[in-house]
Nanobody, 117 residues
Framework: QVHLVESGGGLVQAGGSLRLSCAVSGSTFSINAIGWYRQVPGKQRELVARGSVGGSINYADSVKVRFTISRDYAKNTVYLQMNSLRPEDTAVYFC???????????WGQGTQVTVSS
């Protein structure tokens, strides 16, 4: 059974940075295809960064240039470096395998990111 553990969230001032981690266990899929989602209360979960098996990464326009995915294959961990954070980036962030544009596994607990103005 696949287990996702997100961590690294916290409270940061606008303009600050955070690095989120997504540790994946129990999977035989490449972590290249892991993406990052975020959700605010009352809204649908939003895919903000999407990896692919081939290694390419796509970012939502709202985070392009500011957010960067990286991977540690030895640790089976995917990171999301978030720079120049804005109050509108406040959300719970989740990772998941993205297949056909949709999340494939059960969700982890997520990690809360709060950006103060």
């Amino acid at each position: 059974q696949v287990h996702l553990v997100e961590s690294g969230g916290g409270l940061v001032q606008a303009g600050g940075s955070l690095r989120l981690s997504c540790a994946v266990s129990g999977s035989t899929f490449s972590i290249n295809a892991i993406g990052w989602y975020r959700q605010v209360p009352g809204k649908q979960r939003e895919l903000v960064a999407r990896g692919s098996v081939g290694g390419s990464i796509n970012y939502a326009d709202s985070v392009k240039v500011r957010f960067t995915i990286s991977r540690d294959y030895a640790k089976n961990t995917v990171y999301l470096q978030m720079n120049s954070l804005r109050p509108e980036d406040t959300a719970v962030y989740f990772c998941n395998l993205v297949v056909g544009g949709s999340a494939y596994w059960d969700w982890g607990q997520g990690t809360q990111v709060t950006v103060s103005s």
